[in-house]
Nanobody, 125 residues
């Protein structure tokens, strides 16, 4: 398993932006498909976005299309989630996740073998 560390969460007003970062601890993940998930209080974890190991394919959940963008920088060994036009309903703990080496992109949380501890995103109205 890969140890993942998220950063970049915080408190922002509605309409604002945040950029989340995810980096592994102790190894690279250049050949791992990556994803972002979120969990709001009292709700189940839900898929947000995913990116293939090459960066050539991305998936988004409908509620973030046009507002969020997932990307990866292999040189920095980091995956990003740029979040624009944030809404109060985007408030949640955001988790970074990695699939095992060489596997394809996925929207399913059960397909990811490594998870970060999460970073809180709070959007005020």
């Amino acid at each position: 398993q890969v140890q993942l560390v998220e950063s970049g969460g915080g408190l922002v007003q509605a309409g604002g932006s945040l950029r989340l970062s995810c980096a592994p601890s102790g190894r690279t993940f250049s050949n791992n498909a990556m994803g972002w998930f979120r969990q709001a209080p009292g709700k189940e974890r839900e898929f947000v976005a995913a990116i293939s190991w090459s960066g050539g394919t991305v998936y988004y959940e409908d509620f973030v299309k046009g507002r969020f963008a997932i990307s990866r920088d292999s040189a920095k060994n980091t995956v990003y989630l740029q979040m624009n036009s944030l809404k109060p309903e985007d408030t949640a703990v955001y988790y970074c996740a990695a699939r095992s080496y060489g596997l394809g992109i996925s929207r399913l949380g059960a397909d990811f073998s490594s998870w970060g501890q999460g970073t809180q995103v709070t959007v005020s109205s």
